[in-house]
Each structure stands twice: as structure tokens, then as C-alpha cells.
């Protein structure tokens, strides 16, 4: 048997610079270094991210490995995200990365990061990976996709957004409501005391298999400024349910395409991955499915992190699909491709 490589993955393509150690399919450290200055400016600043994995990735990467608990020399490849995501942060991990590979003289491996999301999956941390095929339904803040996976190298986009993504859709409604960004983890929380059915606002159609959410934000918005035209204490007076209303209408339109997907493709072993994937409704939704198989990630790996680069390294070190040092970050870069 082969020796399981340990391979160190870079995570760099948002606001959040992360660092871990594989070995084989388990984890030995996975660091995130948040990025809380954007909070301020109610999403993230790309300038500002950028300088922030600057700072911040040298001291993930020392704590990455001194975590693992193992030397330096002893990683048999540098992996990292070579994008989709924001050109100036992922610059910064690639950049490290190249070097890094190149003064321990161990192969690159790029990744892409929504391939990543899904292959989390397959980290071994004592629950089940998913059968090929599966629909895995990605949602995160940058991106809403529908992908038919029927091996670790073959990703299939069935449908996604053709406006905003899902956690996007989260983000900018919180920000409408008043609340802090990211809003989406805090807009779960007020929904569990909610009542989902006490406004009902649009469910914008995008034909196929594909998603919209421009039309919820905008119906959120305008509902909101009659109400508060009338009663200025209106969302304060309401938050708990208008939190609840708004990840129901969010749930359901996932909901719907996944359903549609899952039967056109007559494929039940269903999984869920990205950001999103953390929220409490969408996990009940997909769990209460009696004819689906399906497959949900633990919450540290449905955010963004490095694990799952690692995770999708190891699946191109086995093959030895290797980059080479011309490789470029890529701030667009649809999965499959
Ligand atoms: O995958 P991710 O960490 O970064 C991207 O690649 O975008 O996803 C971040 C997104 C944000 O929009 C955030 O609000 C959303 O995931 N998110 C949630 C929850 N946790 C994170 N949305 C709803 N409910 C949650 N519990
Ligand atoms: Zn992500």
C-alpha cells in the first residue's frame, strides 16, 4: 500500500485565509484566520482582503503545521485554491503556495474551490460519504449550483443562479433588516423562534433547473418600506418572523429546483454543501426527505476552510495531477473545467 501523503492545502479566495494538514483523507489541523474588519463596511472589501491574507498567511500556515505536529519536510505537496473567487485574495494564497512548494521541492496542486465545497464530503471524520452518482446542491455566498457528481474528477452543473447566490440572497436581506453582515448565520438564529408562514413574500422563477433571488431581495425591500412608512418600529417589532418568512421563501426555492433535479436525474443519494449549508432550516428540509439518501457536512467544513482544499489535493495526488509553476490564480472558473 501506498504511503498516505501528507499534504499541506491553502485556502485564500474570499475573506477568510485558511491553512490545513491532510494526511490521507483525515485532518490533522485546519486553521481559519477570519477576516472581522469587513463587518464594518457590511460585505467584504477586496483591497482589504487582500492585505489581510498578507498578514495573516504566514502565521495560519506556521500554526497549520505546528498544530499537525509535524515538520515541514515531511509534506509531500502544497495544494491551494486557484479560484473561483476574488483576484487579489486569491493572489495572495497562490502566490505563497508556489513558493512554498517550490522551497520544499514537492508538487502543486491547484483546486477549485466550489469542486472542494462538494469534496468535503469525502473527508474522513466518521460520517458517511456520499454514493456516486449525487446531486450535491452548493450554496454559498459567491455561488447556487446544482451538480451532478459522478466521481471525484467529474462534476456536471445542472442548474444554478443567474442572479444572486443563496447566501448572497441571506446577506443583502439581513443588511435591508438592519442586521450585521455575514447576516445569514444570524438570520438562522431568529428564525428558529420564528413563524415561517407569517409573510409570504415572491419566488422568483429562473426556468430549468436554474435559481434567481434578485426578485425576493427586492420584494423583502419594498414590503419593508411600505410597513415602515406606516409603523417605523415595524421590523424590529417583527424581526423574529420576518427572519423566519424570509429563510422559508429562501428553503423552498432551493428546495423546489432540488427536488426537480433529483427526479429528472433519477438520483436519490442527495448532499449539500457551502456556507449555506450550515443553516438549520435547509438541513431539516434536506434530512426530512424519507426517499433521499442524503448527506450533510459538519458545520466546520460547510464554511469556508482549508480542510476541503486538502480534502480535493488528495484525490489529484493519487493521480499525480500536478501544476506547474506557470499556473494563475483564476478569479472566474467554472467547476469541471
Ligand atoms: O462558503 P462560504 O463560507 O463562502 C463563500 O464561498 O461564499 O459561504 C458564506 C455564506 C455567507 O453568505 C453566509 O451568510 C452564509 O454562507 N451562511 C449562512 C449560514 N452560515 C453561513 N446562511 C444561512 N444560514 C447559516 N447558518
Ligand atoms: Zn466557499
Known amino acids: 500500500m501506498i504511503k498516505e501523503p501528507i499534504i499541506l492545502a491553502i485556502e485564500s479566495s474570499c475573506d477568510d485565509t485558511g491553512a ?3 494526511k490521507g483523507k483525515k485532518v490533522l489541523s485546519n486553521i481559519i484566520a477570519s477576516q472581522k474588519i469587513h463587518e464594518q463596511y457590511g460585505g467584504v472589501v477586496p483591497e482589504l482582503a487582500s492585505r489581510s491574507h498578507q498578514q495573516n498567511i504566514i502565521p495560519v500556515v506556521h500554526q497549520a503545521i505546528t498544530a499537525a505536529g509535524i515538520a515541514k519536510e515531511q509534506i509531500d505537496a502544497v495544494a491551494f485554491t486557484k ?31 466550489m469542486e472542494a465545497h462538494i469534496l468535503a464530503h469525502f473527508i474522513e471524520d466518521g460520517s458517511p460519504s456520499p454514493e456516486f452518482p449525487f446531486i450535491c446542491l452548493t450554496v454559498s455566498g459567491g455561488h447556487t449550483q446544482l451538480v451532478k457528481v459522478s466521481a471525484p474528477n467529474d462534476f456536471f452543473i445542472l442548474g444554478e443562479t443567474i442572479d444572486d447566490a ?38 422568483p422563477k429562473a426556468g430549468e433547473l436554474n435559481f434567481s433571488f434578485s426578485g425576493l431581495k427586492t420584494s423583502v425591500l419594498y414590503f419593508l418600506k411600505k410597513e415602515v412608512e406606516k409603523n417605523p418600529n415595524f421590523i424590529e417589532e417583527n424581526k423574529i418572523d420576518l427572519a423566519a418568512s424570509v429563510q422559508k421563501t429562501i428553503i ?12 429528472q436525474e433519477n438520483i436519490s443519494h442527495i448532499a449539500i454543501a457551502g456556507g449555506v449549508s450550515a ?30 482544499i486538502g480534502i480535493a489535493a488528495y484525490f489529484k495526488y493519487i493521480h499525480q495531477d500536478f501544476s506547474n509553476l506557470s499556473t494563475k490564480a483564476s478569479a472566474r472558473w467554472e467547476i469541471g473545467k
Open 20 to 22: 490545513a494538514i491532510m
Open 83 to 113: 479560484g473561483p473567487g476574488l483576484l487579489g485574495s486569491l493572489l495572495v494564497g497562490s502566490s505563497f503556495a508556489k513558493s512554498f512548494s517550490m522551497a520544499l521541492n514537492k508538487p502543486l496542486i491547484e483546486i477549485n474551490h
Open 166 to 203: 443563496a447566501g448572497e440572497a441571506f446577506d443583502k436581506i439581513s443588511k435591508i433588516m438592519g442586521l450585521p453582515y455575514p447576516g445569514g448565520p444570524i438570520l438562522d438564529k431568529m428564525a428558529r423562534e420564528g413563524n415561517p408562514n407569517k409573510f409570504t413574500f415572491a419566488h
Open 252 to 263: 423552498d426555492i432551493l428546495m423546489g429546483q432540488l427536488k426537480k433535479a433529483a427526479q
Open 279 to 308: 443553516n438549520s432550516g435547509l438541513r431539516n428540509a434536506i434530512t426530512s426527505q424519507q426517499n433521499w439518501k442524503t448527506y450533510i457536512p459538519a458545520f466546520q467544513f460547510c464554511t469556508d476552510n482549508a480542510a476541503m
